[in-house]
């Protein structure tokens, strides 16, 4: 159960794409469905970051253990809390990250 | 308490619709394996559910807030146990069934967790 440093970095860097994909899926539910401009810059931001996010994590999967990396993809959602807070002013309550926490946990419990 | 009902009351239909997504997901990812990763119908099908999930993820965000409902694409995980059992014949142990347990924990103290 032993993660290199480089995969490490990969999986710092594919989440943060998922995590700014999803992010730019939400801005969208700010404006009106259909072809308008902002809905579908957020819309093509939003699945290049996401699609992108995908294509690494299956690149970094070819060289690391399913068992390590599949549980460290919910650090997803860690900067999901990040960029919520940052740029959508919502509150990162006690409760978020200890049910986060046991996401996390579940998880690894899952495919040990 | 209270406060934990305001949050689901306001993330609702979120919520359901980013379980429907999850499990659009992993359905997803599931005709992959099978698909073996040749050209088949099941890697076209598994591109289907995967696309759809995306489409019912973003309609789910008009429906509460981002750090609720991002979390809740983690019950896919629990999708893809129960599809591995069923369809692939992968054991599952105690722990397993203990992950279960802790994510659905998670997750209903996320869906409670907007202030």
Redesign the interface.
Known sequence: MTISLPIFLLLLVFTAMGSIGSFYFKRMSNSDIGFNKSFVTNFIVGCFFYGSGAILNIIALKFTDYTILFPLTSITYIWTFILSAMFLKEKITTKKIIGLVCIMGGAFLLVS | MTR?KESYHHNKYGILLMVVAALLTAFGQLQWKISDADINLWLIGGFVCYFLG?VF??LA??FG????L??FL?TG?IFA?VFGSVFLDEILEG??L??????????????????
């Open positions: 934990m995306a993820m973003i965000y008009r807030s981002l750090s609720v991002h979390p983690s995980y146990v722990k397993n203990l992950g279960v347990v802790c994510i659905i924990a998670g997750a209903i103290l996320i869906g409670g967790g907007d202030d």
